[in-house]
């Protein structure tokens, strides 16, 4: 199961108060109360495994350890152990507290999230001429505290969009080495999937219905996984009584929950083309075409069509290069 979105709260380590010791040695009196350790601090580091929000599912609170307490003969306390939260690449960080927003952007990209408190001082520190035997000490100070939404937007150059059971993770697991689940009902696939094809990673975005943008379906669940790829491969089934209609439903969705994901590349793919006749196929494609975007026919058991989709990631291939 992929977790995506999850709130969690994170707590950085308290400071350990300073000692309050004097020396008992014949002829060296004074204090020697030392300061106290640093709280341990919470990082993140990004690395490339989707599925590591997955430790967040049950375990919602991190706390990091408090520093120890100042000790004797001017031996500070040690430093709490810190912690390094590894999240994925592509992972939003939302400070609820104070609105602030960070991204992971990098495999091995580690940053601070919450600060431990510094240790406090101890009576060795507040000596003087006038104050030979102090037993003043300062307290630790509190490590910091924040409330985190962890939201995962995969980064992909290519999305597979469309209605359920349109083809989509039929055509990565023909194109990758994916082994997404794949039957002849709606919302087969519950999250995404990723496949490599070569230099290109292809998300098959679980099916977007009419509604998905308000929550209806698993639609809003995963539209946001949308705005990071590159281009777009809308697949229209060649079993939908309207493709236009099931085609302009879709792109609804898409323009409701953001506006920019329509400027993005987007190729047309009719599939199952081996369902239907070659008459029946012409006046779907011909409809399809309405729409003024390039159009193609497929079907995973015809290798000319399926040449056509690899010419097209071909040369995607390429530009990036470039």
Known sequence: MLIDDVTIKIQAGKGGKGGVYFNSNLMSL?????RGGNGGSVYAEGVSDLG???QFRFKKEIIAEDGENGKKQLNDGTAGKDIILKIPVGTVLHNLDNGKDREVVMVGEKFLIVAGGFGGHGNYHFRSGSNTSPRQFQ?????????????????ADVGLIGYP???????????TAAKSKVANYPFTTLEPNL?????????????LIEG?????????????????TKILFHLVSTESENPLKDYHAVIKELMNYNKELLKKPEYIFLTKSDLVSEKILKEK????????????????YDLASMEEIKKILNKLIKDKQK
């Open 30 to 34: 004074g204090p020697t109360g030392a």
């Open 52 to 54: 590591a929000l997955r």
């Open 139 to 155: 307290s630790g100070l509190p490590g910091e505290s924040f409330t985190l939404r962890l939201e995962l937007k995969l980064i």
């Open 165 to 175: 059971n349109s083809g989509k993770s039929s055509l990565l697991n023909e194109l």
């Open 195 to 207: 496949g490599v094809y070569y230099d290109l990673v292809l998300a098959d975005i679980p099916g």
């Open 212 to 228: 998905a943008s308000s929550g209806k379906g698993l639609g809003i669940k995963f539209l946001r996984h949308v705005e990071r």
């Open 285 to 300: 494609m011909m409809e399809l075409k309405k729409t003024g975007k390039p159009v193609e026919n497929i079907s995973i």
